[in-house]
């Protein structure tokens, strides 16, 4: 059974950081590339990150360049997405995903499964 779980959230400050988790079960996760999304309240889901099946490829959306680093650790079957310079504009629910390849494109319809996803609120 195929899983992501994400992990990692809750309240920081403006200025402050958190570190995300998502762990892969019952998939060949060094095959797929991960993409973070998240979805505020009101608004559209919006991808934000994504890195390669290998991790040598990286990808961010343009609100977050310079503030996010996403990595992975295969022989943990764990994608990290670092968040620093958190803004409010940050605070939404945040999830992870996974497809089959060796490439990041951070589409949200290009994904084959989802986790249920991690809240990450910035207030001061």
């Known amino acids: 059974q195929v899983q992501l779980v994400e992990s990692g959230g809750g309240l920081v400050q403006p200025g402050g950081s958190l570190r995300l988790s998502c762990a892969g079960t019952?998939?060949?996760?060094?095959?797929?590339?991960i993409g973070w999304f998240r979805q505020a309240p009101g608004k559209e889901r919006e991808g934000v990150s994504c890195?390669?099946?290998?991790?040598?490829?990286?990808n961010y959306a343009d609100s977050v360049k310079g503030r996010f680093t996403i990595s992975r650790d295969n022989a943990k079957n764990t994608v990290y997405l670092q968040m620093n310079s958190l803004k409010p504009e940050d605070t939404a629910v945040y999830y992870c995903?996974?497809?089959?390849?060796?490439?990041?494109?951070?589409?949200?319809?290009?994904?084959?499964?989802w986790g249920k996803g991690t809240l990450v609120t910035v207030s001061s």
């Open positions: 995903a996974a497809a089959l390849g060796d490439w990041v494109l951070l589409k949200g319809s290009a994904m084959d499964y």
């Open positions: 019952g998939f060949t996760f060094d095959y797929y590339f």
């Open positions: 890195i390669s099946s290998s991790g040598g490829s990286t």
